[in-house]
């Protein structure tokens, strides 16, 4: 096993006793519980950190070109994402969720080869490299944690507010859409820098890929949220729905679009 790797297993180690933790603690109604899991969840971010530069440092380039290492950038963005949020808003209890997420995110990148391979002739291009993809994995972190938020806000009207292991169903709301206001402008980003790529790689801006297709629905997804979420009519009950919808577009934008279906970013598979 690389150092690489270890790293990797220690931070899906981690992620997985975060949402032990909190799960149990909050059952048994023990108020460290969720300190403790805040914590842990921040020790494989560190974890992660740790591998993404080693993992630069070996290949000599942004550590993010095929799934295996995209995945782990997606698990320390959704990290990032949720420990900035932390910092401002009561969403402590949101950890299990959280560390689910990036624990599935983690799995799939360790089930991935781990070789350091040369980049295919599309892929060389180190700046478009680092921030087109760069910003693609803090996007769809973002969407990840607004989908944690939504779940939360969800349960709570379920349950009337009665949840004590988990933010108010108003913090969780406020939560995903401080995310989504951050998170929008840089998927419009990673899509228009996208398609600079595009043009300089394949001399066409849009080329109808499955990819390109994916993530204009899930811009156009995300838009919505943004037009519905300050309603207070019914059509602002749709919000915490669409981000749950916004997630799984996510997640088929970033896998299903590039393994399920052949186009232009097949070979990156992420």
Do not use: C
């Amino acid at each position: 096993m690389t150092i690489a790797t270890a790293l990797l297993v220690a931070a899906l180690i981690a992620l997985l006793g975060a949402a032990l933790i909190a799960v149990v603690g909050g059952l048994a109604g023990r108020a460290g519980a969720s300190a403790v899991a805040f914590g842990a969840v921040l020790l494989a971010g560190a974890f992660l950190l740790a591998s993404l530069t080693l993992r630069g440092v070996v290949a000599g380039r942004a550590p993010w070109s095929n799934l295996h290492e995209t995945a782990i950038a997606f698990a320390f963005g959704v990290i990032v994402v949720y420990a900035g949020l932390e910092r401002r808003l009561a969403i402590r209890s949101l950890a299990p969720g959280v560390a689910l997420v990036g624990a599935g995110l983690l799995w799939l990148a360790l089930a991935q080869p781990d070789e350091v391979r040369p980049l295919v002739p599309a892929l060389q291009a180190p700046l478009l490299l680092t921030v087109h993809v760069g910003t693609a994995m803090l996007a769809y972190a973002v969407g990840a944690v607004a989908f944690a938020a939504a779940i939360a806000e969800l349960a709570q009207l379920r349950a009337g507010g009665r949840l004590a292991s988990l933010p108010s169903a108003a913090v969780s709301r406020t939560a995903a859409y401080r995310a989504v206001l951050l998170g929008f402008p840089v998927l419009t980003a990673a899509i228009v820098l996208g398609a600079v790529w595009a043009n300089l790689a394949w001399r066409s801006y849009w080329s109808n890929d499955p990819k390109e297709l994916a993530a204009a629905a899930t811009w156009l997804v995300y838009a919505g949220y943004l037009h519905v979420a300050g309603r207070r009519d019914r059509w602002g009950g749709l919000a915490p729905w669409l981000l749950i919808l916004g997630f799984a577009a996510v997640l088929f934008t970033y896998l299903g679009a590039g393994l399920v279906f052949v186009g232009e970013h097949s070979y990156a598979g992420g």
